[in-house]
Structures are given as structure tokens and as C-alpha cells.
């Protein structure tokens, strides 16, 4: 059951699309919390038991478990994801409290929500934000059909199309299309799968979106067709900025048919990110929307089939004001004072630097420029949080007019609830740490609950220099997540992984991935169609198993599977919870697998560099295919089945299974019903749709 309380007139953020699935209820009667208000602030306050565990918020820092500090929902672009950072690219303002008493609370609120889970008492949660807010609490009987109920109210999350299950291979630094074809042969030629290359800011000229640098990418619409030859799709990045240039068409349109925000003035605002000095469209209004989503028509008429949608916060590397202000602080500095040292003259040096230092992404330039809201002014401070989910919505909302039965790639690096129905996301700018593939396992969960399913993190890590054992642990990771991307930053150590020695243990590991592709393309889908997660904390499957309520490295995974990545540098073997007895899968590549049962309780386990572990419950079925070159090559009706069922008489799996790409999702020959029949010491296996089958049951 879902009350709405509202406070004030909030701001629509059309987070929440299905209205008949809730009944409105004034502030006063607000269940759980205490609530204040000062000012324009609105305080909400719950006691916390000893047992109460705190989850959601989607992309952010610390655990699965979020009690014990606190969280800022103000998208923030950030490269620096170290443990004490309270933001990140995204505003995920959905958490349910697990224990004495269990509900969730999502804070449908534009601007900055900050969430102090046990931070500043240990034994209370407090939530802050402005007083023109709703808020929907949620109860129901465990965390799981919360979340189910939650997402049925923010509305189906977006589905991309099967290949880009694939591997995908990206690098901030591709110059030209003979880089690309390079990469794309290097894989090709040590046998390692490949879907996707990405094409960085580098492609355009000169920054401009929507446009190909001609001299690097030339006769690009040959070189697309060549690439998806070898069953390779390009996917281009879209930075937010648009260049400020005389002659470009996208600026001048913008300019002409005012769908720039504006400063106080009146005039479009202006910003310095990549191309230099910009405009930001204004996203939250339906026309600019429209006009930008349909820009893209000129990749996707070159053959593009996916996008990355980034600086969507919007990043502001910085204004005019602040350079002026840096200036103004440069000439006030009399040089000849500083040597020999003048403590006040040295001091303006300091501030100088400071002002240097802090000239992105300040709230002071937040605070300088407006929105259209459809013909309401809106100061962008009070909308931020909306405004790389309605880039991303612009873009979904075209693609659904420009390619009515296809579905595109899509996803981006800012977001707010909400736009988990037009893409998925990427978690930014990580660091090629070992604790980022921990942090990465605990953001997956959280990120299904608020929606976003077709999520992944840089794998590799980001920013800073790899190496190979790390590259490989996250990659065994990264086999389950949806988005399986290796991407790394300009100027740090090269991560293809043909830059490393002995590139059959990477084989090993991304050919685990594409045996699995259409059982977790078929978990995927299903997940996406009935509100479940496709990613599970071990406490929502088990919530009276208190050991497993602890667990946070390790992950349930669909409606059957368990998994237990490596994040441990020189790590051989690692310690594993069952909280029942599973069906244990030893991959050392695809061909050679050990399997056994383990039962329930405490193992240590071994995980040689280049092995899987993978988790099979009791009474499911899991499928794998023979790993190819790509998605395309895959067989989808030719499976070894493994199952464990030690009692049960009969075992059902439903697999989707469709053309890939396009969105009739729920045509019923989609889905093809398997099922086990034990008769008599006889096994038989019922398929509603013909498939080959090699049985591996266990008992
Ligand atoms: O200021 O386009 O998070 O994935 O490679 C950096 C260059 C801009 C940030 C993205 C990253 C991308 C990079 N971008």
C-alpha cells in the first residue's frame, strides 16, 4: 500500500507515472516520521531500532547497508569517489528502513535531499529538504514487495537491445576510425568477444555535438557499415554543452528558438566545459526536449544504434563569472611584494589558488541560471537533480518517434527516478582501485531498487593506471552486471585487455559471459517486465538469516543465481556464505567446469585469476550457450541446462527469448516455458518451444 503525503506545491519531476496505485493524504497524517518546518526547510525525523537496516539511494557511496552516515542527493560531477564523498552523478531518493518496523520512503524533490542515516545519532534518520516536496511511503510485507510496489509506480524500466549484453570496449582517447578498426582486430585476433567500441568527445570536430570530425572519421557512414559487418556497433558519446560558434547549426537554432537556459539577464547562460565556452539546453522544457532528442536522427540515420549521454549534471568546468573573479584576485597581486615574503601579499596567492581550484561545478553558478519549466521560471539550483534525466529523456522520447519498433542503447551519467524509463546509467568516473569493484557490487542492488537495471561501472577502473590481476577480478565481476564496458581515462595505462600477457585467462573469463548472454538477457527482460531486481542484497532473499543479512560482497542475481566476486588483490580464494545448500559451478573457462553441491554455511573457497565462481539454487534452472565472437553468433536455442533439484518432482524456468531489438516484449512467443519431470527414477523435460537440451542434473 503507497500513501502520497504533500507538502507545499512541489515541483513535478514526473518521477511517478502510475497515479492509481496510491491515495493522497495530508502532511499531518504522516505515518513514522516526525516532521518540522523552518523556513523553507522540511525535517523529517524516525527513530531508529538497534535492528534497522537502512537500503537504496541508488548511486551512492558506502555500503548496501547505508546506516551510519550520510548522503546528499545533488548530482555532482565528481571524479574523486573516495569514502567520504556524500555525491554522486546521480538522485536516487528511495530508501526503505528494514527492521523493527519495514516500509520505504522515496522523496520526490528536485533539489538537494540529504539523507543522515545514523550519522549524527546513530539511533536516528533524518531527512532534509525543501518544504514544497511529496512524499510516498510504502508499506508492504518485505523489502522485495516494496520495491516491487515502488516500481510499479515510477513505471517499467527502459530495456536495451541483446547485443549490448556484449562486451563492450571503450577508452577516452580513440582518435580515429583506424584506431577503432585496430581495436577491434586486436580482439578478433586472440578469440575475445566483442559487441561494441565507444567513441569518445573525440570523434566530433572540435567538441560540437552531432557532428563527425571528418579528417579522423572519414566516409563515416561506410566505416559504421564496416563495423557492423564484423557484428560491431559504435556507440558515440553526447556531452550536454552546446559550443557557443557562429555557423554551427545546432547553436544557432538553439539561440533562435531560445532553448538555452538562461542567466538573470536574460541571456542564454553561458558555461566552459569541453568545447570551450557553451550553452546548456534546457531540457526540463517539452520543446527544447523535442528539438534536441530529434538532433540525434543524425547519427542514428549513419546506422548508430546507441549512445552515451554524459556532463549531464551539468558539469561546469567554470563561468565567466569565476574566471573574471580569478583575474580580478591575479591583478590585485603585487609580484614584486611576494619575494622577499610578504605575509599579505603571499595570502592573496592562496586565495588566488583557491579560486582557481574551485572554479567547477560551484553552487554560486548553479544558482545564476533559469529553466522554461513550459512556461514557468525555474532558478536551476531548485531543478537540479532533473536535469541529465531529461537529457537522457529527450533523447529516449525522440528514439521512440525516430525508430518506433527498435530498441537503441542508451544510458547516461546523471540521472533522477525517472529516467531509469528512457536508458540506463554508468557509475562515472572510478579509479582503477581495488576497493571500486567492492564499491561497484554494493551500488547494483541499490540501483535496481530505484529502477536503473541496465547499469555497469568502468571496468578497469577509470581514472589512474590499471593492472592485469585487477583488470581480471573485475571483469569476473563485470560478466554479471548488464552493462559489461572496459573504460579508462586519456593519459592512464592502456586496458584493451590484448595489452596483457597471456590473454587466454581474459578469454577464460569474457566467454563465461557469453555462454551466459541468453539466460541473463532472459533474467534481464523478466526482471525489467514484472518490477523485480535483477540484482538482490542476500537480506532480501533471506531476511530471517541474520548472517546473510551482513553479507555485502556478494550478490543473488536473478531468480536463481548467487555470486561471489574476487576484490582482493593477490586474493587466491575468498570466504563464502550459503545460506542454503546451492549447486557450486567452478568455471575455468567455459569448457572446463568443475560442479558440485556445497551446503549451507561456511566455505573458503578457491578462485584461481582467471575463474568464475558462480552460486545455483536449489530447484532452478540455469542455462549456457556455447560462447562466440558476438552476440549475433550466439546460439539461443541449444543450451547445457544445469539444475540441482534433490527433491522436487518438477522444476519450471521461463526463458525470453525474442529477436533482440525489438520492443514486443510481451508477445507470449517470446517466452518459452521449460520444464523437469522426475517420473519413476526417469527425468523428462517438457519445452513449450523446441530447444536442444543437454541435461546436467544434480541431486
Ligand atoms: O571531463 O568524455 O565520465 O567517461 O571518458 C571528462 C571524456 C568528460 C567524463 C566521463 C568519461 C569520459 C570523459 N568525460
Known sequence: MIKKYVSGTPINTDAIINQKKYENHSLASLSYFNFSTNKDTLT????????????????????????????????????????????????????????????????????????????????KLTISCVSDVAIYIINGNSC?????????????????????????????????????????????????????????????????????????????????????????????????????EEGYDIYEEGVKDNHFCKDAQGNDFVAAVWP????????????????????????????????????????????????????????????????????????????????????????????????????????HDKVHNLYGYNMTRAAGEAFDEIEPNKRLLLFSRSSYIGMHRYGGIWTGDNHSWWSHILLSIKMMPSLNMCGFMYVGSDIGGFGCNTSRDLLLRWLAFGIFT??????????????????????????????????LIPYLYSEYVKSALNNSMYFRPLAFDYPEDEIARDVEDQLMLGEGLMITPVYTQNAKRRYVYLPEDMLYIRFKGYDKKEVKVLEKGHHSIDVALDEVPLFVKKNHILLLTKPEMSTADLNYDKFD???????????????????????????????????????????????????????????
Open 44 to 123: 523529517l525525523s524516525y527513530p531508529l531500532s538497534k535492528e534497522d537496516a537502512i537500503y537504496g539511494l541508488g548511486e551512492a557511496n558506502r555500503g548496501i547497508n547505508k546506516r551510519g552516515y550520510r548522503y546528499s542527493s545533488f548530482c555532482s560531477d565528481d571524479p574523486n569517489h573516495t569514502e567520504e564523498k556524500e555525491s554522486l552523478y546521480g538522485a536516487h531518493n528511495f530508501i526503505i528502513v528494514d527492521g523493527l518496523k519495514t516500509f520505504g520512503v522515496f522523496v520526490d524533490c528536485p533539489s538537494k535531499v540529504e539523507f543522515d542515516i545514523g550519522y549524527t545519532e546513530y539511533d
Open 482 to 515: 548488464p552493462l559489461m564496458r572496459n573504460h579508462s581515462a586519456l593519459g592512464t595505462r592502456q586496458q584493451e585487455v590484448y595489452q596483457f600477457e597471456n590473454t587466454e585467462e581474459f578469454k577464460n573469463v569474457i566467454d563465461i559471459r557469453y555462454s
Open 276 to 379: 570551450g565556452y557553451t550553452h546548456f539546453p534546457d531540457f526540463l522544457n517539452s520543446t527544447t526536449r523535442k528539438w534536441f532528442g530529434h538532433k540525434y536522427k543524425f547519427l542514428i540515420d549513419k546506422g548508430i544504434d546507441g549512445f552515451w549521454n554524459d556532463m549531464n549534471e551539468p558539469a561546469i568546468f567554470h563561468s565567466a563569472n569565476g574566471i573574471e573573479n580569478a583575474i580580478n584576485l591575479l591583478r590585485d597581486i603585487d609580484t614584486k611584494r611576494i619575494t622577499p615574503y610578504e605575509e599579505d601579499e603571499v595570502e592573496k596567492l592562496f586565495k588566488l589558488k583557491d579560486a582557481l581550484g574551485n572554479l567547477s561545478n560551484q553552487t554560486s553558478d548553479y544558482e545564476s541560471f533559469y529553466h522554461n519549466m513550459d512556461g514557468k521560471t525555474i532558478r
Open 144 to 244: 522485495l514487495d516494496i520495491v516491487s510496489q515502488f516500481r510499479e509506480i515510477i513505471g517499467q524500466s527502459y530495456i536495451p537491445p541483446r547485443w549490448a549484453f556484449g562486451y563492450q570496449q571503450c577508452r577516452w582517447s580513440y582518435m580515429s576510425a583506424e584506431e577503432i578498426r585496430n581495436v577491434v582486430k586486436k580482439h578478433r585476433e586472440i578469440n575475445i568477444p566483442l559487441d561494441a567500441v565507444y567513441m569518445d568527445i573525440d570523434y566530433m570536430e572540435r567538441y560540437k555535438d552531432f557532428t563527425i570530425n571528418n579528417d579522423t572519421f572519414p566516409d563515416f557512414e561506410n566505416f559504421v557499415k564496416e563495423m557492423q559487418s564484423s557484428n560491431i556497433h559504435l556507440v558515440p558519446i553526447i556531452d550536454a554543452g552546446v559550443k557557443i
Open 641 to 699: 541446462l544445469y539444475c540441482y533439484n534433490p527433491d522436487t518432482s518438477s522444476v519450471t524456468y521461463k526463458l525470453f527469448n525474442d529477436d533482440g531489438y525489438s520492443k514486443d516484449y510481451m508477445n507470449p512467443e517470446n517466452f518459452n516455458t521449460l520444464q523437469i519431470e522426475k517420473k519413476d527414477g526417469n527425468i523428462e523435460i517438457k519445452a513449450a518451444t523446441p530447444v536442444h537440451l543437454n541435461m546436467n542434473i544434480y541431486e
